[in-house]
């Protein structure tokens, strides 16, 4: 089967986390992105969905709900799995835990340049918080079985929106409460030994000193924990965090908190040290396609 270029672009979008200002320029955007670690397999991703379009236009899919289209497909799929999951014991087991206590977060904290830190978060947190409960395996063991259940496209497994959104119709503020229940075995497993800058629900900052301190780190399951070792270097109106291993030795870069309308020049005065494109300068706003007048910077056309 031929594969055919993309059409819902606004979809797939919306799975990936992408900011696509202008249309017409889609694959131009997709090269800048492929260039951070974040969206470093967005190619691979864009093929998949791709196939999948095909597939759900000449009605080669063995369960699509009737759906017309891709966000009718996906929507009747992360619809199917909420139901699942809000009827399933594991949930109900849930939302009768008389035991769980009510924890401090503390959601924001400023980041300071030249402090090393270490982030412990856990993996798909959603997920695990529900899992806990699922004394008889109803769920299955990996959130990919989970899936399994429902026939679940394997680009849709690889999309943390939908994720989101599927757990999101499944009392998220209680999901939190428990992840926060949660994170406290790792409060209490490091808080001696190191200082504690942040705690949200789903994830603990520490600081440390030398790489050599990190080994106690190194022990946790990384199929419940991940691990992020960073320093933060402050740019303009957002940051340029770096990423180590263990040994401090350098992995990638990545920009955080960079305003959306600003990405693509950010990108690459920041990141790819890259000239400028005219493309890198258009924005959206109130649904309209805008530039930045910036008669400062040097473009190529």
């Known amino acids: 089967m031929v594969v055919e270029k993309i059409k819902d672009i606004k979809s797939f979008s919306k799975m990936f986390g992408l900011n696509i200002p202008y249309y017409e320029h889609f694959d131009y955007y997709v090269e800048q992105l492929a260039k951070t670690e974040r969206h470093k397999d967005i190619k ?126 499944v009392n998220p503020a209680l999901q939190q409460k428990v992840e926060r229940n949660m994170m406290q075995e790792i409060v209490r497993q490091f808080s001696d030994d190191f200082d504690i800058e942040c705690v949200r629900h789903d994830e603990v900052i520490f600081t440390f000193d030398d790489y050599s301190d990190l080994a106690p780190f190194l022990e946790l399951d990384s199929n419940k924990w991940r691990l992020k070792i960073f320093t933060v270097e402050r740019k303009m109106d957002s940051k340029l965090n770096t990423i180590y291993n263990h040994n401090g030795e350098e992995l990638y870069k990545e920009l955080v908190g960079v305003p959306g309308n600003l990405f693509y020049m950010r990108l690459k005065q920041h990141l790819t040290g890259e000239k400028l494109d005219i493309r890198d300068l258009y924005f959206r706003i109130d649904g309209k396609l805008a530039i930045w007048n910036t008669p400062d910077l040097k473009i190529e056309i």
């Open 44 to 169: 691979e991703l864009l093929l998949m969905f791709t196939e999948l379009e095909s597939e759900l236009t000449h009605s080669l899919l063995p369960n699509s709900f009737g759906a017309k289209d891709m966000y009718e497909f996906r929507m009747s799929m992360m619809k199917e799995v909420s139901k699942f999951l809000k009827e399933s014991h594991p949930y109900m087991e849930m939302t009768l835990d008389k035991n769980l206590l009510t924890l401090p977060s503390n959601r924001n904290f400023t980041y300071q340049e030249g402090v090393k830190y270490v982030s412990v978060d856990m993996v798909q947190a959603n997920w695990n918080s529900i899992k806990k409960y699922d004394q008889f395996n109803a769920l299955g063991e990996t959130y990919n079985d989970l899936l399994d259940k429902f026939d679940f496209p394997e680009v849709f497994r690889r999309s943390k929106s939908m994720r989101q959104f599927i757990f999101g119709n």
